[in-house]
């Protein structure tokens, strides 16, 4: 009987739920191509179409420097793969962060951001008596 290559367990799971919800810094979702192209200029060997085989589960057990260049790419910790404590903080970091900065959320942040120690006090004791209030 040969060696089972059993591969990363939800592999192909991991990878599409990066993909659907870490946005690239221009806002524009990652794409198998954009992956790819990342890998080939830090000279980790792969195509559109050996990404695409992860996503579908074609694959699942490409080399440790790919899924390190991923994780890297989407700026994760590479131990996501294969950490189940580290996938679930890495997911619960994106939904506080999504949560944070929504669009319609951005110039109330910027502004908050920019208020001096005094105000920003004076703000807090603003949102305490809101919360106080119900």
């Avoid at 870490?22 to 080939?40: F, P, W």
């Avoid at 994106?94 to 951001?113: F, G």
């Avoid at 920019?114 to 006090?121: G, V």
């Amino acid at each position: 009987m040969g060696d089972v290559d059993r591969g990363v367990p939800r592999l192909a799971i991991k990878l599409n739920w990066l993909m659907a919800n870490i946005r690239n810094a221009d806002g524009s979702k990652a794409t198998s191509e954009s992956i790819a192209a990342y890998l080939t200029e830090r000279g980790i060997s792969a195509s559109t179409s050996s990404i695409g085989h992860l996503r579908t589960g074609y694959r699942s057990n490409p080399s440790w420097q790919i899924l390190d260049g991923i994780a890297d790419y989407f700026g994760i910790p590479g131990q996501y793969w294969s950490d189940d404590a580290v996938e679930q903080a890495v997911r619960m970091d994106v939904a506080r962060l999504d949560n944070t900065y929504r669009p319609e959320r951005a110039e109330l942040v910027a502004r908050i951001a920019a208020l001096s120690p005094e105000q920003l006090r004076s703000f807090t004791r603003a949102v305490d008596a809101l919360d106080n209030d119900h």
